[in-house]
């Protein structure tokens, strides 16, 4: 049977891949996806500004992390995802995870656009630069920094600020094992951001979604000198951008749905969609690649 091709709770799914009719998609919802909680904090900020918005996601626990594989590998895990949330009525994508949005972001532009919007994480980012900013710091996955397109997008902006990218692939494991309070995070963070490369930056970019929820440890280390760019808070404004451009934000008064799906149920993943959306999600694991 076509994975994609049940009716759960009231959510169909056709039994081909066809693209619905773009001419009423004011109501449908907007799809967000991740290698796994990460994109949790990019979902959080668009509901916050986007309260009427519809939200369906998909982690892709099974595949996580995504920054430790290929860029062959990341592309067709988020073809096969982007897959899904349009056939399952998305009026736009947005790819929250950094290291699917630097390797990814064309392959999806070219299959999707422009029928609906292909939102990353990294453009917005870059653009939201503070204008003070001298030397900057960007941490991330090894996929997202071995790819510089952090550091070409920067220096694209301005060719005078000094960049110093690091890739620091030991948070996201710690935070999908739900230590993002622990000594053992604290150590990590330590370690990262007191290496030399870190030393003298004024703005540090979390480069990965799944950062966010280390906001408070990173401030307790850097100090209140280094600007933390918010990054979630700044996709959900360009996000909300972006539907107004296009005349898709959904003007009514009631409270957005929120479906999440993810490929291997992972408790920690419960535990934070629960504590960012409390008991008004649809959870489910959900087996794509079956």
């Known amino acids: 049977m076509n994975p994609l091709s049940e009716t759960r709770e009231g959510f169909f799914f056709p039994q081909t891949l066809v693209i619905p009719s773009y001419l009423h998609l004011v109501k449908n ?47 067709s895990y988020s073809l096969g995802i982007a897959e899904f949330l349009v056939a399952s009525g998305a009026k736009a ?8 949005s ?8 070219e299959k999707y656009e422009p029928k609906i919007p292909i939102i990353n994480v990294i453009d917005p980012v870059v653009d939201a630069i503070p204008e003070n900013t001298n030397t900057i710091g960007v941490i ?4 997202t920094i071995t790819s510089n397109v952090y550091q070409e997008k920067i220096t694209g902006k301005s060719a005078t600020l000094d960049i110093r990218a690091m890739a620091t692939p030991l948070f996201v494991p710690v935070i999908e094992e739900g230590l993002e309070s622990s000594e ?4 990590t963070a330590e370690h990262y951001l007191g290496l030399e490369s870190m030393k003298g930056i004024d703005t540090l970019i979390p480069g990965c979604t799944h950062y966010p929820l280390l906001t408070q440890l990173f401030r307790d280390i850097l100090g209140a000198d280094v600007q933390l760019m918010n990054t979630p808070v700044i996709v959900a404004e360009y996000a ?33 969609s629960r504590h960012f959306f409390h008991d008004s999600i649809h959870l489910e694991e959900y087996e794509l690649w079956k």
Request: aromatic share 8%; hydrophobic share 40%; charged share 20%.
């Open 29 to 75: 919802p907007i799809g967000i996806f991740d290698s796994g909680v990460g994109g949790l904090t990019v979902a959080k900020a668009i509901r916050e500004l986007l309260p009427a918005e519809d939200i369906i996601y998909f982690g892709d626990t099974a595949h996580l992390p995504y920054g430790e594989k290929s860029s062959e590998a990341i592309k």
């Open 140 to 143: 991330g996955t090894r996929a």
């Open 93 to 100: 994508i947005v790819i929250a995870c950094n290291s699917a």
């Open 240 to 272: 909300h951008h972006v539907l107004q451009e296009a005349n898709l934000l959904n003007a009514e008064e009631s409270l957005g749905t929120s479906k999440f799906f993810v490929s291997d149920y992972t408790p920690t993943f419960e535990r934070i």
């Open 184 to 187: 053992i995070a604290r150590k």
């Open 102 to 109: 630097s390797v990814a972001t064309d392959v999806l532009k």
